[in-house]
């Protein structure tokens, strides 16, 4: 026999009509959550401290890559690449690092007024008041003041205060405006500082005392610093809660960057000025004596002046004496650059070479390598890369670099030992020559030769330090803040309340629209007619509405009802399917207890008794009788003391108030009901009816959970599986087909009831004539049903806009 399901795995349409009823059918729902949600986003903002994020940015001063090698110290201290930090090369990422560290965001912390923060204390929120607390703390400078303790203030008058600190203190206070406290481990004055205070206001405050650790870490963290893409601008921004205090950083901090790099770019210049000084003031003693010394002997001696011949041989001794003082300096300086390099230190304060006249191109390459060097390995210090192979490598360079320039200065220090015996060689010949120049000329020749060397060298040092204050004075910082940050031109990131208002509008929504879309994913019950005829082949007879009424049988009270006429179209649809007047004996089943099988089997043979059909209903559910109920409350006798032989025919077939209609109540319950449906004397029964009724309405027990539907279904001229809207499962379906593929029973087809009363199941949208909802009825309970409108069929369905739209 062919197979009735198509395939009731296979993906069903999605039916968006029922969707959108679902949608607008929850509306209180939607409405309720996105009301609540609203109030919590609403709720979220006021509590939530607002954050504002400033801006600055920084221009950073280019510089030249390599070294300038022209004479002069201007040159030398611009372009070597040492760290007087007037002229490194400054890379832009070497200089984030710097302006986030923790020495120089410390330095900024204590020259701003962040040792003590004040707040006032809200109802939802406790605003800090920066430079605006009506009250001034003064801390006890000898007292340590815990930090992090909150410290409540509540102003009284113009004169005192109320002063708390909760536990573990517990003080509690009250005190004069400048009145000193110090207790515990605080120490401290209150002064009123907003003279037109409003004494009447109910605003509290409380202050606590800041760990300068703690802030430093936490602006560390906080302080954002990018580079502007193909470019040496630095973009800074931090966030916090009062958009003045954090200008207020941004701004001074920049500014101390500025000082700091100026700072050190004048460090080289302030190492060279202090070598100098300390030449000057060894040179000022021996010239303040030489010049003594002369003083006196022309004094004394009564000379002035020397001979021609001492004039030359002085003019030859003082140049070269001039020289043998330079090329000293030089030795000295050598002296000083050894040491350095022995002692490895910081090679961006080396003094500048060009200070002693040295242009040697080899040690001022040397130099720059050093200083190259450094920097590189300053910058992965400062990245945290001590201990990895990069580090190593640099290290290992650097000390390459410091060999070759010891190598470099023993050259030059022997160099400068040749020139200094070669001075000294031909200066002994010029000595000679003096001393054959009388006595008292001679001494006032090497006098006059000392005072003039001490004066030449005086002189040279005081242009080089005159040189080095001109350097001072022109020294520009290598950055400059473009603009100042402003708090006009903060941007507040927190709370987001357009974005806060927006999600709780789509939560709002989408809560419980997931709810309704969830529970209709898990909710596997027949909703309509689709729900059947896409998962089998089997017709599906008719659909009968719910049932408003508190009565069993609503066709009889209201004949024009939307139900009866439901039923009207089942009878005619049977007529077209039983066909021949000897095809009369309609049988109807279901699933389970539950789903109306009893009450389509009463309104079905009332309307076709009402057709004036003879009509004769028959109660085959001998496990759990239930049509007394409907018309006689008595089952003394029935079917089942028929079947034993108790009864006669005519005793058991009663009339009814209902003209043509006959019942066959079930009678009392037998140990045995599924032995005597399949009785000969069933059969008996069955043929002897069918001589006197029209029609024999069979109501048989659910066929899925006993086996007394199919022993009478091969008797039954039309087999209805009946079948209830959020009741019986689709995959109840799948049941419906494999009785009729293992049966093959007669015209078989399948009857949907109590379309319209989904509501209890998240829909709610009617079918047909816009049936209600509410019905339902179990086995044993007899029926039940909520309201009582019935349309007529002159009146115009009342259904809303939502099922006039979509659902026509």
């Known amino acids: 026999m062919e197979n009735p399901a198509e395939n009731p795995f296979q993906e069903q349409p999605v039916d968006y009509r029922k969707y959108i009823y679902l949608v607008v059918s929850n509306w209180y729902w939607i409405l309720l959550s996105v009301m609540i949600c609203l109030a919590v986003a609403y709720y979220i903002n006021r509590k939530t401290m607002p954050v504002y994020v400033v801006n600055s940015s920084l221009i950073l001063k280019e510089q030249n890559s390599s070294m300038n090698m022209q004479s002069g110290i201007e040159n030398v201290l611009q372009d070597m690449g040492w760290r007087g930090k007037s002229t490194a090369r400054r890379f832009v990422e070497i200089e984030i690092p710097v302006l986030k560290s923790y020495s120089l965001i410390l330095s900024t912390l204590q020259q701003l007024p962040f040792d003590i923060s004040y707040y006032s204390i809200g109802k939802l929120k406790s605003p800090e008041l920066y430079l605006t607390a009506p009250f001034k703390v003064v801390k006890d400078s000898n007292v340590f003041n815990q930090p992090g303790v909150d410290i409540f203030i509540s102003i009284i008058d113009q004169k005192t205060y109320r002063l708390r600190i909760d536990e573990p203190y517990n003080i509690s206070r009250k005190l004069f405006f400048g009145e000193n406290f110090k207790e515990s481990n605080f120490g401290f004055k209150v002064f009123l500082s907003d003279e037109n205070f409003d004494f009447k206001s109910k605003i509290d405050y409380y202050f606590k005392f800041n760990n300068y650790e703690e802030l430093t870490v936490g602006y560390m963290n906080s302080l954002n610093v990018t580079q502007r893409e193909k470019t040496i601008i630095l973009d800074l921004s931090i966030s916090g809660n009062n958009a003045f205090k954090e200008c207020d950083f941004l701004n001074t901090h920049i500014q101390n960057y500025i000082d700091h790099t100026l700072s050190e770019k004048n460090n080289g210049l302030l190492l060279t000025e202090k070598f100098v000084d300390e030449q000057l003031l060894s040179i000022q003693d021996s010239l303040k004596q030489s010049e003594k010394d002369l003083t006196d002997f022309q004094l004394t001696n009564k000379i002035s002046d020397v001979s021609g011949e001492g004039s030359r041989i002085f003019e030859l001794l003082k140049s070269m004496q001039t020289d043998k003082a330079i090329i000293s300096l030089k030795k000295q300086y050598f002296t000083y650059l050894k040491d350095y390099l022995n002692e490895k230190n910081k090679f961006e304060e080396i003094i500048a070479p060009s200070v002693m006249g040295i242009e040697d191109p080899l040690l001022l390459k040397s130099l720059e390598e050093l200083t190259s ?245 028959v109660g085959l559910d001998m496990r759990k009788p239930k049509l007394h109920h409907i018309f006689f409350n008595d089952n003394k006798i029935g079917l089942s003391t028929f079947l034993i032989g108790h009864s006669k025919i005519e005793d058991i077939v009663q009339s009814t108030s209902i003209k043509n209609l006959y019942v066959t109540v079930s009678g009392p319950i037998p140990p045995n009901p599924a032995e005597l449906i399949e009785s000969k004397r069933m059969l008996d029964f069955l043929e002897s009816v069918k001589k006197d009724f029209d029609y024999i309405i069979l109501d048989t027990p659910p066929a899925a959970v006993v086996t007394d539907a199919m022993l009478l279904a091969q008797q039954a001229d039309t087999n209805i599986f009946v079948t209830r809207q959020g009741v019986t499962s689709k995959h109840s379906v799948e049941f419906i087909n494999e009785l009729y593929s293992k049966h093959g029973l007669k015209n078989f087809c399948v009857l949907l009831n109590d379309m319209g009363s989904s509501k209890r199941y998240g829909y709610g949208y009617s079918y047909g004539y816009g049936y209600g909802y509410g019905y339902g009825y179990g086995y044993g309970y007899g029926y039940k049903s909520n309201g009582n409108n019935y349309y007529n069929e002159d009146e115009t369905p009342k259904r809303n806009w939502v099922e006039r739209m979509f659902f026509v």
Not at 379 to 387: E, I
């Open 373 to 617: 060097l450094y920097q590189e390995k300053s910058k992965l210090s400062m990245y945290g890369k001590n201990v990895s192979p990069a580090m190593k490598e640099k290290e290992k360079a650097l000390e390459d670099a410091i060999n070759r320039g010891k190598e470099g200065l023993r050259n030059l220090e022997q160099l400068t030992n040749i020139q200094l015996e070669d001075i000294n060689r031909r200066s002994q010949l010029f000595e000679n020559e003096l001393m054959a120049l009388p006595i008292t000329e001679r001494k006032l020749l090497n006098l006059k030769r000392s005072y003039t060397l001490s004066d030449n060298i005086y002189n040279y040092l005081l242009q080089k330090k005159a040189e080095l204050g001109l350097l001072k004075a022109g020294t520009s910082p290598d950055a400059k803040q473009i603009d100042l940050a402003r708090a006009s031109f903060a941007r507040q990131t927190a709370p987001q309340k357009k974005k806060n208002y927006t999600t709780a509008l789509l939560i709002g929504i989408l809560i419980p629209l997931g709810a309704v879309f969830l529970k209709d994913m898990m909710n596997d019950k027949i909703f309509d007619k689709k729900d059947i005829e896409t998962r089998t082949k089997i017709p599906v007879v008719g659909v009968i509405s719910h049932n408003h009424r508190k009565n069993d049988i609503p066709l009889v009270e209201s004949p024009n009802s939307v139900i009866a006429e439901t039923f009207r179209t089942l009878r005619t649809n049977l007529q077209y399917m039983l066909g021949g007047a000897d095809r009369k004996v309609i049988s109807l089943t279901s699933t389970m207890s539950g789903e109306g099988k009893t009450f389509c089997s009463v309104n079905l043979a009332a309307i076709i008794a009402m057709n004036d059909k003879k009509t004769l209903l």
